[in-house]
C-alpha cells in the first residue's frame, strides 16, 4: 500500500469515528441545564420512578425494574456534575451536587417507607443482584456515561440512545435497594446497594467530564481573576475528593472480581480431576474481605497428599495467600450441625437429579409409545385394504394370542387376524392372503382364521 493509499484509509477511518461533526455546544448545555432542575413535575416523576422499581425489585419483575429506570430523573444531575466540572461552572456545580443529593435523599425515604409497608419482605434475585458491585457495573457506568453525553452533543433527535444509557446504568435500582436495607433492618444490604450507585454515577460524570474536554466545550469565564482562580481550585480540590476514593473503590471492585474468577476457576478444576475419586465438593464459598476459600467434602476422607495437593493447588491460580479450609464428614473437627447440612444438600442433588432422570425416562416412554401407536395397524385400516383387495370379506377381526411351547417353556405372543367371506373361499385365495397380511403387518407370526 502506497503513502497516498494508507493516508486515504486513515483519513476514512478519522472522519468514521469523528464526533465534533453535528455537536450543538450550546443546545447541549442548556438541555442539561434544565435536566439538572428537580422541582414540580420531575418531583412527581421521581417518587412515581421509585415506586416503580421497589414495587420491581419487591416482586421480582424484571419489566417493572426496566420502566421505572426509563422515566426516572436521575441521570440529569450526574451528567450536570460531569458537565460543570469540564466548563469550570461553579454554580451549575453546586446546583447539581444540591439536587442529587436531594433526589438521593427522596429515594432512599420513599423506598424505605414503602418496604416498611409492603408485606412481601424476602429478597428476591433482582434485589441481591444490586447489592454486590463488580467492575462490570464500573464499565457499564463509564461507557453508558460515554453514550450518554455524546448522544446529548448531537443536533439530532437522541430519546433512543438516552433512553438505553438510563435502562444500562441502573441508578434507581440500587437506590431502592438501599431503601430496602434501611427498611428491613438490613445494613449490609444498604451499604452495598449505595455503594453500587456512587459508582454508577461516579463513573457517569466521569465519562461526561472527558467528552466535554475532548469537544473542547468553553470554559465559563469570570470578571474577577481572582475569582476565577478560586473556582478552579474548588473544582479541582472537590475532584480530587470524590476522585481519589473512587479510584480506590474501582480497584477494589476489580481485585474482587479477580479473586472470584479465578476462586471459581479452582473449584471447577477441582471438582473435574481425577485425582478425587472417592471424594466430592457438595459445598463451596468464598469470601474476598478474609480471603478464604472454603470446600466441604463428602465421601472417603482426604489423604495427607490430597490435602497438601488442595493447597498447592492454588498456586496455579494465583491464590497462594488464600485461607482454604476443608471439611469433611468423618473429620474429628468437623461439626455434627454442618455435616447434617452438607448430606441435607447432598440429597437435595441427588433428589433433583432423579427427578430430571425420571422425566427423561417418561419422555422416553411417551416417544416409543407414539412410535409404537404409529406404527401399529388399526383395525379400520386393515379392513379397508382387504375389502378393496378381496370384495368377498365383509368383516375383520384383530387381536392377540398367546401360545405356550412346552419344549421351550416360552409363552409365544401372536396377532391374530380372523377374516370373515361372505362365501366358502378358495385354498389359493387364503394362502395369499396369509402372505399379504405377514407382510403387511411385518410379521411372520401372523395367525389367520377364515370363517
Known amino acids: 500500500m502506497d503513502k497516498n493509499s494508507f493516508t486515504g484509509v486513515l483519513n476514512y477511518f478519522k472522519s468514521l469515528i469523528n464526533i465534533d461533526q ?3 455546544i450550546d443546545t447541549t448545555i442548556d438541555n442539561i441545564s434544565q435536566n ?3 422541582k414540580g413535575l ?3 416523576i421521581l417518587i412515581f420512578a421509585i415506586f416503580l422499581a421497589s414495587i420491581g425489585l419487591n416482586v421480582n419483575s424484571t419489566a417493572v425494574i426496566i420502566g421505572a429506570m426509563l422515566v426516572s430523573p436521575l441521570m440529569g444531575p450526574i451528567i450536570g456534575i460531569g458537565l460543570s466540572i469540564g466548563i469550570n461552572d461553579i454554580k451549575l456545580l453546586k446546583k447539581s451536587l444540591k439536587n442529587l443529593f436531594i433526589m438521593t435523599a427522596i429515594s432512599l425515604l420513599v423506598s424505605t417507607i ?3 409497608l409492603t408485606p412481601l419482605s424476602d429478597a428476591q434475585s433482582e434485589l441481591l443482584a444490586r447489592t454486590r458491585p463488580t467492575i462490570f457495573d464500573v464499565l ?12 446529548s452533543s448531537r443536533k439530532q433527535e437522541k430519546t433512543t440512545v438516552v433512553s438505553g444509557v438510563a435502562i444500562a446504568t441502573a441508578l434507581m435500582p440500587p437506590l431502592c435497594t438501599a431503601g430496602y436495607g434501611i427498611g428491613t433492618g438490613q445494613f449490609n444490604y444498604f451499604f452495598g446497594a449505595f455503594y453500587l450507585f456512587f459508582i454508577n454515577s461516579f463513573f457517569i460524570a466521569l465519562a461526561t467530564f472527558l467528552i466535554v474536554k475532548y469537544l473542547h466545550f468553553p470554559e465559563k469565564d469570570y470578571v474577577d481573576d481572582t475569582r476565577q482562580r478560586k473556582v478552579r481550585h474548588y473544582i479541582l480540590i472537590f475532584s480530587l475528593i470524590v476522585m481519589i476514593p473512587s479510584v480506590f473503590i474501582a480497584l477494589n471492585v476489580i481485585r474482587e472480581t479477580a479473586f472470584n474468577s479465578a476462586s471459581i476457576k479452582y473449584v471447577n478444576s477441582i471438582e473435574q480431576s481425577e485425582l478425587f475419586p472417592e471424594a466430592q465438593i457438595i459445598k463451596n464459598s468464598r469470601d474476598f474481605k478474609t480471603k478464604t476459600i472454603d470446600l466441604a467434602f463428602v465421601g472417603k476422607p482426604l489423604t495427607d497428599e490430597q490435602i497438601q495437593y488442595l493447597q498447592t493447588h ?7 495467600e488464600v485461607n482454604l479450609n476443608i471439611k469433611q464428614s468423618g473429620a474429628a473437627t468437623f ?4 455435616q447434617s447440612e452438607l448430606i441435607q444438600d447432598l440429597f437435595e442433588k441427588k433428589d433433583a437429579m432423579i427427578e430430571k432422570n425420571e422425566a427423561t425416562i417418561a419422555n422416553l416412554q411417551k416417544q416409543i409409545a407414539d412410535l409404537q401407536s404409529a406404527s401399529k395397524l388399526s383395525v379400520s385400516e386393515l379392513s379397508k385394504e382387504i375389502h378393496a383387495l378381496y370384495p368377498a370379506i365383509e368383516k375383520v377381526a384383530m387381536g392377540e394370542t398367546e401360545n405356550y411351547d412346552i419344549a421351550s417353556n416360552k409363552t409365544i405372543k401372536s396377532p391374530i387376524v380372523r377374516l370373515y367371506w361372505s362365501g366358502t373361499p378358495k385354498e389359493d385365495a387364503v394362502a395369499r392372503i396369509t402372505s399379504w397380511l405377514q407382510i403387511r403387518m411385518a410379521d411372520s407370526t401372523v395367525v389367520v382364521e377364515n370363517k
Open 314 to 320: 492454588l498456586n496455579d491460580f494465583d491464590l497462594g
Open 114 to 116: 414503602y418496604f416498611l
Open 42 to 44: 420531575n418531583a412527581w
Open 335 to 338: 461439626d455434627l450441625n454442618k
Open 140 to 151: 457499564i457506568a463509564t461507557f453508558g456515561g460515554f453514550a450518554g453525553i455524546v448522544a
Open 22 to 24: 453535528d455537536c450543538d
Open 36 to 38: 439538572i432542575e428537580f
